[in-house]
């Protein structure tokens, strides 16, 4: 099975940057859609972003605007470019693809985002 790995989570102060990174252990988005996730202490996991079979984006309302989701399909990589983060924003991010043909999820173990002064 492919495994995800995530990586670019630490701590940054109120209308900073980050950018996350999850790497796929083989090539997979010609069959998938990738997508990230969150979930914050006490609240369930939500959708952030997510690329579909078109190319097209989608985004949480919350991130709309600030947060931006990118692949390069060569390295089997995705990305999450987060801007003018807010302390709402921290939360563990996940990424995730779904193998469409297979109605399977494979999710990657995590990264903290904290946003904080």
């Known amino acids: 099975q492919v495994q995800l790995v995530e990586s670019g989570g630490g701590l940054v102060q109120p209308g900073g940057s980050l950018r996350l990174s999850c790497a796929a252990s083989?090539?997979?988005?010609?069959?998938?859609?990738m997508g990230w996730y969150r979930q914050a202490p006490g609240k369930q996991r939500e959708l952030v972003a997510r690329i579909v079979g078109d190319g097209t984006s989608v985004y949480a309302d919350s991130v709309k605007g600030r947060f931006t989701i990118s692949s390069d399909n060569a390295k089997n990589t995705v990305f999450l470019q987060m801007n003018t983060l807010k302390p709402e924003d921290t939360a563990v991010y996940y990424c995730?693809?779904?193998?469409?043909?297979?109605?399977?999820?494979?999710w990657g173990n995590g990264t903290l985002v904290t946003v904080s002064s």
């Open positions: 083989r090539s997979i988005f010609s069959i998938s859609d």
């Open positions: 995730n693809a779904y193998v469409v043909h297979r109605s399977l999820d494979i």
